[in-house]
Every structure is written in structure tokens, then in C-alpha cells.
């Protein structure tokens, strides 16, 4: 007759981790799944918006009307100086930064803070080679942009921004103050400005409150300084 082995603690033990091996191979494996998850989502959306699509904060009321103060925008991070045209609304840097602060930086410093790498935006006014001056209406300047073309037009542009019509802006709510005019201010139609090459002129839609291309300390904007264009 066949006697039963005995039945050793250490044999119990073994057993009972055979058992329990299954089961937690299979909570690894979706342990593992998750992680692995996680770590797409996490890359993908760090080089989306290091490289292509990222929100920005409106700081301050230089964009007013436009774009409010704490308005979120879309930017996109592909625009360089072949997409950025007269009348489109740009983010840039204020100084050019490294590239990998330009690119990693998920929480740049906007206007109105004292970052020498901070962010602005404004409105294109005039590209490189167009020549751009002021003409006096009812005790305010408007300005007037001469073309590569030779053509000669003034700011209509197109509304952007929240809750508003597919139309023309007025003209009027680009007028500027005398005592705003800065560098523009000795620019006539017989003696215009020159936008050198390598660079734009940018103006606050708020013109009277912008701290923009007028001012001495920000002046044209290199091109390289783009960290995107406002998506509409």
C-alpha cells in the first residue's frame, strides 16, 4: 500500500507561492501596460507643446479688445518667418532665449513681469522692407504701411479673438494717442521707417496702453524672437 509523503512546512511554502505566482504576474503586466501609458501620453504632449501646439495666457490689456486680460490662446509653434504676415498676432520673446529654454519651458514668463526672456504679444504691423509712418486724424495718428509692392494701406484687419464676428475691425480702435507715438512720431509719408531686414514692427491693439515696437527698449523684433502665431 502506497503511505501518503509527509507534508513539510517548507513544502506548504513552496506550494502557496506557485499558487500566488499567476496572480501577480498578470497585476505586473498591467502595471506595467499603465506605466507604459502613461509615459506616451507624458512624451507626446511635451513635444506637442515644445514643437508644435501649446496654450498661452494673455497678461495685461495691451491686445484689448482682442484678446482680454487672462485669455487663453492657441499658439503655434511652427510659424517662422515665411508664416508670420502683416496683421497676424504673435507671441515672442522679449530676448531671444537658449533653445532649450525656448522649447522646454512650459511656464514662460509673460508681459509685465520682469523676465528678460518674457513673452509678448502683439499685433504685425509692418514686415521687413515696408516702410511705415503716421498721418494725423481728428487729434490722433493713424498708421500707414507702404507695401514691398508699393502698395499704401492702412490696419484692417480681421476680428480675432473671444466672442466676436467674422468681420473688419475698425480703424478707429487702432488710432493713436500724440503722446504715444514714440519712435514713430518724426514718420511722415515723405519720410517714412524702414523695417530693417531680420525683423518686424509690433503693435498692441490697446495702443494706448501697449508697450510695443514704439518704445526705444523693445523696438523691431527680431524674427528669431518668434515663439509662435496665434492660431484664430
Known sequence: ???????????????????????????????NVLL????????????????????????GDSMFPTYANGAVVKVDRTSSEKDVKRGDVVVFYLN??????????????????NDEHRLLIKRVVATQGEQIWVEQVDGKYKVMVKTLDGQIVGE??????????????????FYISPFMLQRLASYTKDSPY????????????????????????????PYQNIFGKVMN
Open 36 to 59: 507604459v501609458a502613461v509615459l506616451i501620453v507624458l512624451v507626446t504632449t511635451i513635444v506637442v507643446k515644445a514643437f508644435f501646439v501649446t496654450n498661452v495666457v494673455v497678461s
Open 156 to 173: 484692417l484687419y480681421a476680428s480675432t479673438g473671444d466672442n466676436v464676428e467674422d468681420s473688419i475691425i475698425d480703424e478707429k480702435q
Open 194 to 221: 524702414t523695417i530693417p531686414q531680420g525683423h518686424f514692427f509690433a503693435m498692441g491693439d490697446n495702443r494706448d496702453v501697449s508697450h510695443d515696437s514704439r518704445a526705444n527698449d523693445i523696438g523691431d523684433i
Open 1 to 31: 500500500m502506497n503511505q501518503p509523503m509527509p507534508t513539510t512546512e517548507l513544502d506548504t511554502t513552496v506550494k502557496q507561492d506557485y499558487t500566488q505566482q499567476p496572480r501577480r504576474n498578470k497585476w505586473d503586466k498591467i502595471l
Open 96 to 113: 531671444n532665449p537658449s533653445w532649450f529654454k525656448r522649447h522646454f519651458d512650459f511656464f514662460p514668463k509673460m508681459d509685465g513681469t
